[in-house]
């Protein structure tokens, strides 16, 4: 082959695999972009939403890719909450806070004792 034409397919070559590799790493970062923080909390609250009965008795908090979730739930709904959250995309880890009701004709009752009990603490 003539000297030239050795230069030129490896230039070719190297400029091709380049292409590549880029594609390639800017498609993983798309893979792994991390949510924003207040983007997260929307999702996170959203599957709330549809998971319980109760969704006004959960806090969100999060930082980075951890959640934590405190407040009052249904312990017939916690393990299946606590599941799919842990599925969302940005999610790492879920810190669980939740206090679990067993009664769900009392749960609203139970609910108000404990944060009364928690305001109680709090002025003492």
Same mark, same amino acid.
């Given at each position: ?5 050795n230069?030129?397919?490896?230039f ?15 498609r ?7 949510l ?13 939403g549809?998971l319980v009965?109760?969704p ?6 999060v930082d980075?890719?951890?959640?934590? +979730?405190?407040?009052?739930v249904?312990?017939? #709904? $916690?393990?299946?909450l606590l599941s @799919?959250?842990?599925?969302?995309? /940005? ?9 679990? +009701? ?6 609203d #009752? $139970?609910?108000?004792a404990q944060? @009364?009990?928690?305001?109680?603490? /709090?002025?003492?």
């Amino acid at each position: 082959m003539h000297p030239i034409l050795n230069v030129a397919a490896s230039f070719a070559a190297g400029a091709a695999a380049m292409y590549w590799f880029d594609s390639a790493v800017a498609r993983r970062q798309a893979r792994g972009q991390v949510l924003s923080q207040s983007r997260l909390r929307e999702q996170v609250q959203g599957c709330i939403g549809r998971l319980v009965s109760h969704p006004d008795a959960i806090r969100v908090s999060v930082d980075g890719g951890i959640v934590r +979730v405190s407040g009052h739930v249904l312990a017939s #709904e $916690q393990d299946r909450l606590l599941s @799919q959250l842990t599925h969302l995309p /940005g999610v790492h880890k879920v810190h669980n806070a939740l206090s679990a +009701v067993q009664d769900p004709g009392r749960f609203d #009752e $139970q609910r108000a004792a404990q944060l @009364q009990g928690e305001f109680g603490a /709090g002025a003492a």
